[in-house]
């Protein structure tokens, strides 16, 4: 039997290359390449410029089905995938999104991907990487201190200070930070207030960098951000502070994507990371627009399950970027359909065909929504070791009666050569045209009616409930021009309901609104459901209780 190794092992023995070897193979020169050490760098916007008359090649997503403990495998598959494609002679770069710090030490683990379909330098992708995150939490934090300071000095705005809405950040999972009163301690300090931090994760500077076309559009979505209101309820811009100038400035290198290389040495391009549920969660619009422009093929993934982060990706990213996708990969993993058939996680490892069969209705959910956007789709069964023939029989024989495939993928073990079938397959399918993507709704549609669309038709749902004042405020942003923005839903991502423990397929259900948010720089209206929070806090027992140098120096624990 061969030695288990961690990803760890596997990330710290790879054979980097120079990253100007990288560049190169997407043409990009080593001038237009800003390095961070050896093997990671920025692209200059000049590059970024040059190539937007380049041909624009084929877009792969990646989702999944809803997330379980057991674990699907979606960032894996996309880059075992970005490798499968290159493998076959496709010229294919991965777009994905950067790594929050909190719940790296908290329970998540990284975002790297994971055995032999990683991306490298794995350890300063989930720490530091190039400090994108930290530019984002300095700009929107000085938002924040100029929110104050102009209230402190006369608030010439008029802002009513029980209307501030714009918080801090901080990129650390800390729940303690959630709610706080601010400005305690005298007059000096200021005047105090409710207030509180969100992760960096779920800030709109993070949704407005990955949706920028470039600095100047970056500028003027950063002024159009609402930081309060007054007693009129008229809304208070950022740029009526004067502080869009100082944030982009502050912002000036993180909006540069950041191009690394997989354990294969094959290109990818990873920048941002927008809280999947709060926001968009999905890489930038700047990575992938370019990755298209200088490969033939470029694999990128949504966050959470399909029915969260395909959605975004359709209905926000796609709809703002002109962006229109070839082909979708929805991965599923036996032990994952095991937990949506009803059994324990403790009990995944025994052969279960009937749970299989039962948890499948949740991906076939998956599959007939993708197909409303009318993009053709394929499943890639991520393979653990404890799988059994029977079990996959059962996934594959459900997706060819759902009018798709499922293929079995085996990148974590064995790299390219894993998913090779896989890679053969997604080609074909973007290479015969047959895509006919469109958003699920259009822009006139009114806001609650997006809303009901998403509801009905992607979850399922047989009714939406918002009291008055949700309706009402929804009426007047349509009044001031903001009717034709999409929708972001917040929900649980581990149901296709709003009640976290009812897995599957659930038909039939209500989704409550509980309160909606206007995005007016990234662009659109966030509508909160359930008990969504934009602020995680640590598990009993943390990941970070066991990260540490060993005594080689190394570091451990981060997987």
Not at 262 to 277: D, I, M, R, S, Y
Request: glycine share 10%; net charge negative.
């Amino acid at each position: 039997m061969a030695e288990f190794k961690t990803d760890i092992e596997i990330a710290r023995a790879a054979a980097k290359k120079p990253i100007q070897e990288i560049g190169a193979k997407l043409g990009i020169p080593s001038d237009d390449l800003l390095p961070y050490g050896h093997d990671k760098a920025k692209v200059s916007a000049e590059f970024i410029k040059s190539v937007q008359g380049n041909e624009t090649g084929k877009l792969v997503l990646v989702t999944a089905i809803n997330p379980t403990p057991a674990g699907e495998g979606k960032t894996t598959t996309t880059v075992g995938l970005g490798d499968g494609l290159n493998r076959i002679g496709k010229k294919t770069a991965i777009c994905i999104r950067e790594a929050s710090l909190g719940p790296c030490f908290g329970v998540k683990g990284g975002a790297a991907g994971g055995g032999y379909a990683q991306v490298v330098p794995m350890e300063d992708m989930n720490l530091h990487f190039t400090g994108d995150f930290h530019a984002i939490t300095s700009a929107h934090n000085l938002l924040a201190a100029l929110v104050d300071n102009h209230i402190y000095w006369g608030n010439a705005l008029d802002i009513d200070m029980r209307r501030v809405v714009w918080r801090r950040v901080v990129d650390m999972n800390d729940r303690a930070l959630r709610e706080m009163v601010l400005s305690l301690g005298g007059v000096a300090n200021g005047f105090p207030r409710e207030g509180g931090f969100d992760i960096t994760v779920a800030s709109e500077v993070m949704a407005i960098l990955c949706l920028a076309t470039d600095i100047a559009d970056l500028e003027e979505r950063l002024g159009r951000i609402i930081v309060g209101y007054r007693r009129d309820k008229s809304a208070v811009y950022c740029r009526d502070l004067k502080a869009e100038g100082a944030m982009t400035v502050l912002l000036k290198d993180a909006i540069q994507p950041n191009l690394v290389q997989t354990l294969e040495n094959n290109p990818a391009f990873v920048h941002g990371g927008p809280f999947a549920n709060i926001a968009h969660g999905c890489n930038s619009i700047m990575a992938t627009t370019t990755a298209l422009k200088v490969a033939d093929y470029v694999v990128t993934e949504a966050g959470f399950g399909a029915d969260l982060g395909a959605e975004k990706f359709f209905d926000i990213k796609c709809r703002k970027a002109g962006l229109s996708p070839d082909a979708v990969v929805i991965v599923a993993t036996v032990r994952a359909l095991k937990m949506n058939g009803g059994i324990a996680k403790e009990d995944l490892g025994a052969e279960n065909v009937e749970a299989v069969e039962k948890g499948c209705a949740n991906l076939g959910r998956h599959i007939e929504n993708v197909r409303q956007f009318g993009v053709p789709a394929v499943v890639a069964i991520n393979h653990f070791h404890s799988d059994t023939d029977a079990e996959i029989a059962v996934i594959t024989d459900y997706a060819e009666r759902m009018g798709s495939e499922a293929i079995v993928c085996r990148h974590w073990a064995e790299g390219s050569a894993g998913i090779e079938a896989l890679a053969t397959r997604v080609a074909e399918l973007a290479e015969a045209g047959a895509s006919q993507f469109a958003p699920l709704y259009p822009d006139e549609m009114p806001l609650f009616e997006k809303i009901e669309t998403i509801a009905k038709r992607i979850y399922r749902a047989e009714e939406v409930i918002a009291d008055k004042a949700v309706r009402d405020q929804l009426r007047d942003w349509e009044a001031k021009g903001y009717g034709d923005l999409p929708i972001c839903m917040a929900k649980t991502q581990y149901s296709f309901s709003t009640d976290p423990l009812l897995r599957g397929a659930p038909t039939g259900h209500t989704v409550p609104i509980r309160e909606v948010r206007l995005s007016a720089g990234a662009g659109f209206i966030v509508v909160i459901t359930g008990a969504i929070m934009t602020m995680p806090g640590l598990p009993r027992t943390p990941s970070a209780e066991v990260i540490r140098f060993n005594e080689q120096g190394l570091i451990e624990g981060l997987f």
